[in-house]
């Protein structure tokens, strides 16, 4: 990871709250329970290794990914915790997954039969995944899951150790749905039971956070837990129903690099859009699109001294110009993300803001941002 040394621009994670937000799920499930935590995109923007090793000195049992690239980070920091991960990877890359103890995704024979064709000196664990409605990856159909099942037991050096699937509308008010993925999800594992031995030894999984947090009972050997993890809400929904207490763990900082006072009529930035309509001071902070700061951020504020500053004119790629209530030294902190006094920028208002959700705005947050661990 590229990280910015010199500039003044940085995120902070918190990873009390990761700690937190983890005992606060796990208060909730029952003791047969455990936490997956998902540590894919970087960890969401958070940082996968560091906040891998928090959730596991906090509780956490596993972890999940969605790239082979991204589990084999986790281990080369020598972490050794089981890693799933949840999207297809080629299958002649199983040998490098099974050498080095990361679990894969099991869904089609096809993918099997490739297995086959490849030395492993190491046997391979898999999860098997069910499409019960979400419409993305997985098994359908009982014939489908009848061929993966033959397929699985010609080839020895695969063992199956689990089964998940993956809610679409977990976070939404109506269940209705949530429900019927549920009974489709029941009912292949009726079918599955009746046709693999040792069935019982098999790891079940279907939670993600939204699911977790309203119906934790219902949950079996694993929960998927990720957003929650991060100390963000799944919806707006599930936030303000107030079914758990999450805290934050990512906040953005940087600092004013210039400061100046500017007559009436000024025009800041590329376009021209913006004229000062009064006398005033102006500011520049250095983050940008390029930082994964979006340009459409223009218009909406950052807090100096625990009052908004609204960023004027367009953002450019790593620097933005923001309207200032009075003179500020170079070097004042500017929080982007974050408390600053009395003032507070949530994540989820970035999200509001952009028409977007929680998870995309840590994740865009790129790697010019060094991450700082508190
Ligand atoms: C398969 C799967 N499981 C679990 C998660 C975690 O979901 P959440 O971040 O909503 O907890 C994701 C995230 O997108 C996922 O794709």
Not at 36 to 60: D, I, Q, T
Not at 341 to 364: F, H, N, R, S, W
Request: glycine share 8%.
């Amino acid at each position: 990871m590229v990280a910015t040394l010199y500039r003044p621009t940085w995120a902070e994670i918190d990873l009390s709250a990761i700690g937190y937000n983890i005992k606060q799920i796990k208060n909730t499930l029952s003791t047969k329970t455990e936490i997956m935590a998902v540590v894919k995109a970087n960890g969401y923007g958070h940082g996968s290794v560091e906040v891998a090793r928090k959730a596991l000195s906090s509780g956490a049992k596993a972890l999940a990914v969605a790239l082979l690239e991204e589990a084999l980070v986790l281990r080369r920091a020598g972490i050794t915790a089981p890693i799933l991960v949840l999207g297809w990877v080629d299958p002649k890359d199983s040998s490098i997954a099974a050498k080095h103890n990361i679990t894969l995704t099991v869904f089609q024979e096809e993918w099997l039969e490739e297995v086959k064709k490849v030395p492993l000196t190491t046997d391979l664990q898999v999860h098997m995944k069910w499409d019960t409605g979400m419409g993305r990856i997985g098994i359908r159909t009982e014939r489908e899951l009848n061929e993966v099942l033959l397929a699985l037991k010609q080839t020895p050096q695969v063992h199956l150790t689990g089964i998940f699937t993956h809610f679409a509308t977990a976070d939404e008010e109506n269940s209705a749905y949530y429900e019927e993925q549920t009974q489709r999800f029941f009912r292949l594992l009726n079918i599955f039971q009746k046709k693999w031995p040792e069935s019982d030894t098999i790891r079940i999984h279907t939670g993600n956070s939204a699911a977790a947090i309203r119906f934790p009972k219902q949950m079996r050997h694993y929960i998927r837990y990720g957003i929650a993890m991060y100390g963000q809400y799944p919806s707006q929904w599930i936030k303000s129903e107030k079914m758990i207490s999450l805290k934050p763990a990512f906040s953005l900082y940087s600092q004013l690099t210039h400061v100046k006072w500017v007559p009436k009529g000024t025009k800041i930035g590329y376009g021209s859009t913006y004229t000062l309509n009064e006398d005033g001071w102006v500011g520049t902070v250095p983050i940008g699109y390029g930082d994964g700061w979006a340009r459409d951020l223009q218009d909406f504020y950052v807090l100096i001294n625990g009052k908004k500053c609204p960023i004027i004119g367009r953002i450019c790629m790593d620097q933005m110009m923001i309207h200032l209530d009075q003179s500020y030294p170079i070097g004042t902190k500017v929080t982007l993300i974050g408390r600053d006094q009395q003032e507070v920028i949530e994540v989820d208002d970035i999200a509001k803001y952009l028409g977007t959700i929680p998870y995309e705005v840590t994740c865009m947050l790129n790697e010019r941002i060094p991450r700082k661990y508190i």
